[in-house]
C-alpha cells in the first residue's frame, strides 16, 4: 500500500530518514489492507488457485506443452537473479552494477544504511505475500465469481486484468516499471495457475525483492557517496 504523498515527497528529496519513513509506512499500510482482504474472505481459499477443466484446453493433459512451459518461467527468473547470484560471488561485479543503479528510475527509494536494507527484507517479505494474495488470490478469485459475486470471468481474461492491475498498482514506478511489473504479474500468475496455490508465487516474489541487497550496497563498495544518500539528495536533479 503505497502512501502517495510520502512518495512524492520522497521522489523530490531523498534521505535516510525519508527512505525510512517510506517503507514502514508501505509495510504497515500494506499488511492494513490484507488483514481487511483475508477477513472477506478464507485464507486457505485465497491460497488455492483452483483450475477447472476446459480452463486451459491447450496445456490440460499436455505434458508437451506444460514442461517447456515451466522451463521457460524456470530460465527466466534464473535470467532475473543471474546478476545477484554473480554479485554473491564476485564484489568487482556489484561495483559494477551500482555505477547503473546511479541512473535507475528507482534509486530514490533504494536502501543504503544498515537500518534501511533491514528494513527492505521486512518490506520484501510485505510485498510478496500481501501483493500475491491481494492480487493472485482475492483479485483473481474475484475476478472468476469465486468471491463476492464477482463478474465470472473465465481463466485467461482474469489472469490478465489482475496482472495489469498488479502493474498499474506500481504506477509510482513511472512507465517502465509499470510495464515491469505487469510482466512479472503475468509470470507470478501463471506460476500460481501451474502450481495451483500461491506457496511458491511468494516465496520467488519475495526472493526477487530481495535481490537488491546483493547487488546494491553502496555502504560498502561507495562509502563516500553512500553518506551523501544517507544525508539526502534530489533524485530529480542529481
Known amino acids: ?113 544498515r537500518r534501511e536494507r533491514a528494513w527492505w527484507v521486512l518490506l520484501s517479505v510485505t510485498a510478496g505475500a500481501c501483493e500475491e494474495l491481494l492480487y493472485r488470490g482475492f483479485l483473481l478469485q474475484y475476478l472468476r465469481g469465486h468471491l463476492a459475486e464477482g463478474p465470472s470471468l473465465a481463466l485467461l481474461p482474469a489472469w490478465l486484468l489482475s496482472s495489469l492491475a498488479f502493474g498499474i498498482g506500481h504506477i509510482y514506478q513511472g512507465k517502465q516499471g509499470v510495464i515491469e511489473t505487469t510482466t512479472a504479474g503475468l509470470v507470478f500468475g501463471m506460476l500460481a495457475i501451474l502450481s495451483g496455490n500461491l506457496i511458491l508465487p511468494i516465496l520467488i516474489h519475495i526472493v526477487v525483492d530481495l535481490r537488491i541487497l546483493l547487488i546494491y550496497n553502496p555502504a560498502e563498495d561507495d562509502p563516500a557517496n553512500a553518506q551523501a544518500l544517507i544525508r539526502g539528495f534530489n533524485p530529480r536533479s542529481d
Open 1 to 113: 500500500m503505497i502512501d502517495l504523498p510520502t512518495l512524492q515527497r520522497l521522489k523530490r528529496f531523498s534521505s535516510e530518514s525519508a527512505r525510512l519513513a517510506f517503507y514502514r509506512r508501505g509495510v504497515i499500510g500494506t499488511w492494513i489492507v490484507t488483514g481487511v482482504t483475508v477477513s472477506l474472505a478464507p485464507l486457505d481459499t485465497l491460497l488455492v488457485t483452483p483450475r477447472h477443466p476446459g480452463d486451459l484446453p491447450w496445456l490440460d493433459g499436455r505434458p508437451l506443452v506444460f514442461a517447456p512451459l515451466v522451463a521457460v518461467i524456470a530460465l527466466l527468473f534464473l535470467w532475473i537473479l543471474w546478476p545477484s547470484i554473480k554479485c554473491l560471488f564476485d564484489k568487482g561485479t556489484r561495483k559494477t552494477y551500482l555505477k547503473a543503479y546511479r541512473s535507475s528510475f528507482i534509486r530514490f527509494m533504494l536502501p543504503v544504511s
